[in-house]
């Protein structure tokens, strides 16, 4: 593989990882206050997409005021989930099966819904802005690819000083590492909860419209995204921050790579294999915390 | 009282309907194209205005599909029942299907054995995702088998040459005499019976209250002997191989595959078939199949897209069902049913236990055991947890026939070292020997085959089973017989089943819960669930039990039957070790005693002498002063 090549595929297999890597923040954040992986984080990216397409093609919004109101949207429907699917599923005190199925639920009638109101077919995605392309070295460089990559670096270090530094952020902290215990020191453990899902869904749901052009739109994407971005997640080490920038970027260079040398049809045999192979030698992922098991 | 099964009260009602459904089965494909196509147009009369009577070949197709989903899910209901959830059933149809059209076409082979090829490959492939698969946790388990159904579809897509791609596998044909949509009916019919029979038999064997024991409560299992993973490889296998036949049955009716038919709006539609119905129940995937297969159906006459109309329906529906019967249809019809018995038949006032009949029962029960002749010996246990010496470098032994009590304050480490001896916790360095066997470095279930028994500080019972599920499952430990045997019910299997029965009563009678053999653990009080763990210890036939605080909440009236319990066990020549705070009750029954403060052994003789040591009484109260009144110590 020449020097060019190899340069390029590593900027496209960090375009798509960036992608991923904040879908997995997002089942991160989630995870770390609920205890739930909410299986209906793919179709927030799905919804930044195509409410995306609804208000910046079909509306016409300008590109900024489009986003912000995408991540509105969406974060309203992701907090929506709480009260909908995670609630009932705790109350009926089904464990796995409870918030797995509720959350499946939620996301499949996210999907169909989109795809009834919206039509099943992919939607082409105005580019947002022109970042140009460079040629360094013989290799062309996408700036708008880059400054995904960028987002997701930025995002990671914004949510992980959020989590450290600000009130609710310990808040967030102490559910985390004892739910009883910060429901008896006052914190108001099932709003939070609800804040997580919002926050979870605005983090996805603002990588979804930000990489629509170049994935374009389609309401069909959501499991797939979802899973890859769970895999991000796991890889990286759930609910690590740091470990799901890592997971998704090292996950965007696999698929890449794998597909560049075995071509497409292997793309998600490649992926599940390194899924089971990294988490059968490191069942907590790469930063991931092993905890002692006590009876 | 009345003869029952393992299942319990439920199997009458079940035994009515298969015998139902067989009969209208056996009627013919005419009469039921008829009768299935005359419900729906019941169902839908109020939206279509018009009911139909006669037979269409459309309906035929329809009760043959519906048969080859019943298969798919009943075999994903032996997988749920584990607490395993998979999103890829239709990978295993899939690879079912494929095997059959190569089989048939390309080998010629017999339809027969193309049929069980097909199976055996599918179980193959599930058996080779399982292995590793199983280890991760269940959400990314459930992601794995989506990959599953993933990768699947790609690779028909790939093998373009051999599967026909994205064209479809065409020409695949039905077995000699059943070549007909009409005769080809009594195939599926023979293969959905047999499957609905093995699975009933599979739910009630000591493998069905394995798969539950685990989903309800794996520590709990470990400690009688079940490991965790075994259970659900067990039954990701079969459920793969009965995915598997389904898609074998699936190729020849239609004639032709293609790999969109296999793509996960199939897998959901069989989770949502196993889980409206009821998880790990017999009836419920019958009636989740029933049910759920005319909503593609229905909505396909409505929508132009139906697809998706259909994928909001199964969305609406598992929202709901979590709602409403999370447990199942099945499950929430016997919870009416049991209120609405409760009331028409109030509760007789139970008749208290006599000590000495408990002595007296638990003694015969044990009558016969064997005893073993050299006990638990722990030397110099070590375990630190995180930067806390937790069990710093203990020796203790537990003789054959001896209550040995082990005391200290809260946080000196007790339940530590316990979980160290039974193995939830692997000791950092030491040795424990039970009957001069070395169990450092065995997992928990292994050190219970030992024979090694325990109860835990909040009682581990499993929820969902009844209480004589719960002490069978602990007998069966002791089965001779296998799978197969259990499969097809052989006399060896049938006899385990009636001896583990028989068994569980006589255990459950002796501890004072024989009113509440038949009832789900959830109807017991906190102290009857200490006793039904007891229960279960005592039909382990352990050679040393630890017992972590068995006195904690219990009644004086219940003290008094757990110490006759405990000194029957002991004369049966069972080694005890004790952990407990209420005193009088250690005074009462210890027959030596060690303390532990900071992980160490303090103190260690007889009890009362322990008591008065300066070292204990410090540990206790930080000074030497001698307690005013040493009833209230807290051990």
Known sequence: MSFQVFAELMIAGLGAGAIYSMIAMGYNIIFATSGVLNFAQGEFYMLGTMVGVLLYVTVGLPAALALVATVIVVAVLAALEHPLAVQPAARSGEEAFGWVVATFGFSILLSSATAMLMGPRLRPFPDIIDLGTWQVGGVRIDGYRISIVLVAIVTAVALTLWLERSATGQALNAIHEDQDAARLRGIPVSRLSVLSFAVGGAIVAMIGFLSAPLTTASAAVGLTMGLKGFIAAALGGIPSIKGALVGGLLLGLIETFSTHWAGGSFRNASIFLVLVLVLAVRPVGLFGRGSVRAV | MERLTSAGRRSRGTLIAAVVTVLILASGPDLVARLTGFVTSLVTAPVTGEVVLEANRFEVRNVEMMLIYLVAALGLNLLFQTGVISIGQSASVLVGAYTMAFCTVDFELPFWLSLIVSMVVAGIVGLVLGLPGLRLGTFTFVMVTIGYVYVAVDMVLHFRKQTGGGDGFANIPKPGRFDTLESYYWVI????????????????????????????????????????????????????????????????????????????????????????????????????????????LAVEEVTDQPGDVSLFVYGAVLLLSVHFVPRGLMSGYWALRDRIRARRTPEEEPTPVEAAEVHERVAELLADWPRNEAGLVVAGAKKHLGGVKAVDGVDLAVEPGQVHALIGPNGSGKTTFLNVISGYLQADEGSVRLAGRELIG??????????????????????????????????????????????????????????????????????????????????????????????????????????????????????????????????????????????????????????????????????????????????????????????????
């Open chain 2, 189 to 296: 019919v023979i293969a959905a019976v047999l499957t609905f029979v093995v699975i009933r038999n599979i739910l009630k064997s000591p493998m069905g209250r394995e798969g539950k024991a685990v989903e309800s409560n794996t520590v709990a299992a470990a400690s009688l002997g079940i490991r965790e993973y075994m259970p659900k490889l067990r039954a990701f296998v079969l459920a793969s191989a009965l995915g598997g036949l389904a898609g074998a049955l699936y190729a020849p009716l239609m004639t032709f595959v293609a790999p969109e038919a296999f793509a996960i709006n199939l897998s959901i539609l069989f989770v949502l078939m196993v889980l409206l119905g009821g998880r790990g129940t017999l009836l419920g995937p019958l009636i989740g199949v029933v049910i759920v297969y005319r909503i593609p």
């Open chain 2, 442 to 635: 065995t997992r928990p279930e292994q050190r219970a085959r030992a024979g090694l028994g325990r109860t835990f500080q909040t009682p581990s019972v499993f929820d969902g089973m009844s209480c004589l599920e719960n002490v069978m499952t602990a007998i069966d430990i002791r089965r001779r017989a296998s799978l197969p045997e259990f499969v097809i019910r052989t006399g060896r299997a049938r006899r385990h089943e009636r001896e583990a029965y028989d068994e569980a009563v006589a255990i459950l009678t002796a501890v004072g819960l024989e009113r509440h053999v038949e009832r789900d653990v959830a109807q017991l009080t906190s102290g009857e669930r200490r006793f039904l763990e007891l229960a279960r210890v005592i039909a382990l036939r352990p050679q040393v039990v630890l017992l972590d605080e068995p006195a904690a909440g219990l009644r004086s009236g219940e003290i008094e039957l757990l110490e006759a319990a405990l000194r029957a066990i002991r004369g049966a020549g069972v080694g005890i070790l004790l952990v407990e705070h209420h005193v009088d009750f250690v005074m009462r029954i210890a027959d030596v005693a060690t303390v532990i403060d900071f992980g160490q052994v303090i103190a260690h003789g007889d009890p009362r002498a322990v008591r008065q040591e300066p070292e204990v009484i410090e540990a206790y109260f930080g000074s030497a002063e001698p307690p005013s009144h040493q009833g209230e110590v807290h051990a």
